[in-house]
Nanobody, 127 residues
Framework: QVQLVESGGGLVQAGGSLRLSCAAS?????????MAWFRQAPGKEREVVAA??????????GESDSNKDRFSLSKDIAKNTMYVQMRSLQPDATAVYFC?????????????????WGQGTQVTVSS
């Protein structure tokens, strides 16, 4: 089992930056293959923001180039922690951001590819 805890959310003005962290703990953290950030805005489906392999340098930023331009992913294997640096945030980025992890292969953008989820952290971007 793996537990995920997100931190770093908050209120930021348009154009500002935030860094989110996700710390993994539990008995099977050594089996993690990939971690990801998803977000869910009110009334919308949960969507992938970015994903990072735990066993290679591979990253995934979704089908749009906008995520790749605004977000940077990093990881600290020793600390079992993943980070996303978000910059030039706009009000449409307002959402609850969730951390996810998986021990199996799968499509990085699919929610059902992930076995474990954090509780989420609120990000609010004011105009």
């Amino acid at each position: 089992q793996v537990q995920l805890v997100e931190s770093g959310g908050g209120l930021v003005q348009a154009g500002g930056s935030l860094r989110l962290s996700c710390a993994a703990s539990g008995r099977t953290t050594s089996r993690i293959l990939r971690m990801a950030w998803f977000r869910q805005a009110p009334g919308k489906e949960r969507e992938v923001v970015a994903a990072i392999s735990w066993t290679s340098v591979s990253t995934y930023f979704g089908e749009s180039d906008s995520n790749k331009d605004r977000f940077s992913l990093s990881k600290d294997i020793a600390k079992n922690t993943m980070y996303v640096q978000m910059r030039s945030l706009q009000p449409d980025a307002t959402a609850v951001y969730f951390c996810a992890a998986t021990e199996r292969e799968g499509v990085p953008s699919w929610t059902n590819s992930y076995d474990y989820w954090g509780q989420g952290t609120q990000v609010t971007v004011s105009s």
